[in-house]
């Protein structure tokens, strides 16, 4: 079906699975597609990147830190806490800097994202943030999305 101009596409919070993905792959005009928290597979984004070469997709799944960051000289500086989430039940703070998630440096947000993703919910991760000049450790246990 033609989807006109539409540009941006997210699904949030849905049971879809790998099935969808050639659904998907018919909308060639999307600058961005967002998919948090869906039963599709790592396996089928790659497989739908490359049919959507110009589309930035933005795919998160796995575990539910809770945070919403931006990119420093360090890490990924957090810029929201979900109170709610694994982030904020651990004291995880607006301004902190996540810098490692267990042994893989996190860059930026989108790096956090990916390495969040990978890892399932109720598994239990060490975070190494940095709070002004302070560097400590926290062990968070991450939630499901919802």
């Known amino acids: 079906?033609?989807?006109?101009?539409?540009t941006e596409f997210a699904i949030f919070y849905s049971p879809l699975t790998d099935d969808i993905g050639e659904h998907l792959e018919a909308c060639?005009?999307?600058a961005e597609l967002?998919?948090?928290g869906t039963k599709i597979t790592r396996a089928r984004i790659d497989r739908?990147?490359?049919?959507?070469?110009a589309t930035k997709i933005d795919f998160r799944s796995g575990?539910?830190?809770g945070v919403g960051g931006q990119q420093t000289a360090f890490g990924c500086?957090?810029?929201l806490v979900d109170r709610e989430s694994a982030a904020g039940k651990a004291g995880i703070q607006?301004?902190?800097?996540?810098?490692?998630?267990?042994e893989k440096k996190v860059a930026d947000f989108d790096?956090?994202?990916v390495i969040v993703s990978a890892i399932s919910a109720g598994e239990s991760v060490e975070l190494e943030i940095l709070r002004g000049e302070e560097t400590f450790k926290e062990k968070v246990t991450l939630g499901e999305w919802k």
């Not at 739908?48 to 070469?53: D, E, M, N």
């Not at 607006?94 to 267990?102: A, K, L, P, S």
């Open 1 to 6: 079906p033609k989807l006109g101009r539409l």
């Open 28 to 30: 060639r005009g999307l």
């Open 34 to 36: 967002k998919l948090y």
């Open 48 to 53: 739908l990147q490359g049919a959507l070469i």
């Open 63 to 65: 575990g539910f830190l």
């Open 77 to 79: 500086q957090v810029s």
């Open 94 to 102: 607006v301004g902190d800097t996540i810098v490692r998630i267990g």
């Open 111 to 113: 790096s956090l994202t």
